[in-house]
């Protein structure tokens, strides 16, 4: 899950079409909107620094000068083996690079993509030491050139542009547990931002204005610019949770059965029940309700049962 640059936007993935596809919602207004529609897994990495366009990793077609090696199906970490991006409005999906760009973000003229190298690493796993363990490489756009900025090795995760865009936030275990680092591109110098032990930093997050949030031992942080100890955030969650009597979901449905009379009306069953839908209205009305399985439903002659 991604934030747009006027927090107003949130980008994510999410499979209630099957696999992975880019989605927004909108904080304000609460829509949702489907960007992708493709059968591989889509998974959002970043907007563009307006907000129109967002980043997202997929295995589609590759071009024929691909000469990087592609992630099985089956790897650890987020899946894709390409980086492509879509605009919020135009849902036309562009490839961009032909490599497996994690984490993905372009700096605000969009000529450096700061990104993750593909890695077989499990995505929440500490303490790894070893080639399989992700780095921070910088893609320029007008050369074509792509440098790796942190070391082998030493598990460098989730870049993010500073407001100048003249360095980036990152966590790294290179003190031991994941912490929040600074990399200055023009001395090329790492500063270690928090000390927090025990525990790794995740779900790193960087504001406009230089303010940091992450999550720590299943809290939520906030580090304010030009300050060194992070405050945890005090979050009261209303739950509302639906009783089986108001709410049931399926994907599956074992028997049709349309009304001749009313060409809007349906009968189906599922998980052993059976159903009445308008489908005009798409309202669904639950019609038994018992232990054993109900089945071979029809209309009577006047379609009233």
């Known amino acids: 899950m991604i934030w747009s640059p006027d927090n107003t936007t949130l980008a994510f993935a999410a499979n209630p079409y099957g696999n992975d596809d880019v989605f927004t919602v909108s904080l304000k207004t609460g829509e949702m909107t489907r960007l992708t529609y493709h059968s591989s897994a889509d998974i959002p990495t970043a907007f563009t620094d307006n907000g129109d366009t967002v980043l997202f990793n997929t295995t589609r077609l590759a071009a024929d000068t ?168 005090d979050i009261n969650i209303n739950s509302y949770a639906v009783t089986p009597s108001q709410f049931f979901h399926s994907d599956t449905a074992t028997r049709f059965m349309p009304s001749a009379f009313d060409a809007d009306e349906v009968l189906f069953s599922t998980y052993g029940d059976i159903y009445a839908m308008n489908t005009k209205t798409e309202k669904v009305k639950k019609l038994t309700q018992s232990a054993s399985e109900e089945k071979q439903m029809v209309f009577t002659l006047m379609g009233m049962a």
């Open 66 to 233: 691909q000469d990087f090696y592609s992630l099985p199906v089956y790897a650890f970490g987020t899946k894709g083996n390409q980086l492509y991006q879509i605009g919020t409005k135009q849902k036309a999906a562009q490839a961009l690079l032909p490599i497996p760009a994690k984490s993905a973000v372009w700096n605000n003229k969009k000529t450096q993509l700061l990104y993750n190298s593909p890695h077989k690493d499990q995505l929440f796993r500490k303490h790894q030491t070893s080639f399989a363990v992700p780095s921070i490489w910088l893609f320029d756009a007008p050369t074509g050139k792509h440098r790796q900025l942190t070391e082998n090795k030493v598990a460098a995760q989730r870049p993010l542009w500073n407001s100048d865009n003249s360095g980036f936030y990152f966590l790294s275990e290179r003190s031991g547990s994941f912490n929040v680092w600074y990399y200055d591109l023009s001395t090329e110098q790492e500063t270690q931002i928090t000390t927090l032990t025990d525990h790794p930093v995740r779900h790193l997050s960087a504001s406009e204005n230089g303010d940091l949030a992450f999550s720590y031992n299943g809290e939520l942080y906030r580090l304010e610019k030009n300050q060194t100890t992070p405050k945890k955030l």
